[in-house]
């Protein structure tokens, strides 16, 4: 249990490393679970007010070396809501990131940048995909080491729609 929690902490400080400019040393602090989902809150460098993200953090069930850590916030204008995906080092940067809601083939997207923690996927959350997310069961996102060999990495829904409700 201790390592389950401290490899967690640990990949959720490499994660709002990158998607959440965050001091170096500082993580982000759970403030609320929803089913398989957190809640993480951290206050920004420069900012007057605390961001909150819906953090999953997870690992291919047949290659414990590929995880993966899935963040949806809203940006601190209350513009725009994202979705977030930090996949590790190695990933074949040209097929992009897979997505797949239960049945639901939702295509690729680029990856943004990558980091020594990782590879970066940025998408806008439009009202379509979230309620998918909100009403599925299973997000299967998808890397590629080759341009044959995808690794499907399944992330639980359960509690996404009361968390992205939470968000602040």
Do not use: Y
């Not at 809150?41 to 420069?46: I, R, S, V």
């Not at 040209?94 to 939702?106: C, K, M, P, S």
Request: glycine share 10%; proline share 6%; hydrophobic share 50%.
């Amino acid at each position: 249990m201790f390592w389950t929690r401290k490899l967690f902490q640990l990949l959720a400080a490499a994660f709002l490393a990158v998607a959440v400019p965050v001091p170096a040393g500082a993580q982000g602090v759970v403030v609320a679970q929803h089913g398989d989902w957190q809640m993480s809150c951290d206050t920004p460098p420069g900012a007057s007010f605390e961001q909150c993200a819906l953090i999953q953090n997870v690992t291919a069930e047949d290659q414990p070396n590929v995880a993966l850590s899935v963040a949806v916030l809203k940006t601190a204008d209350g513009q725009a809501r994202l979705l977030r995906v930090l996949a590790p080092l190695g990933v074949l940067l040209q097929n992009g990131l897979g997505l797949r809601v239960d049945e639901t083939d939702l295509g690729r997207v680029g990856f943004v940048r990558c980091s020594p923690n990782g590879c970066l996927v940025e998408v806008l959350l439009d009202d379509t995909l979230v309620d998918q997310m909100s009403n599925g069961t299973t997000a299967l996102f998808v890397v590629f080491r080759t341009p044959e060999e995808g690794v499907g990495i399944p992330v639980s829904l359960n509690g996404f729609a009361e968390g992205f409700a939470a968000l602040p």
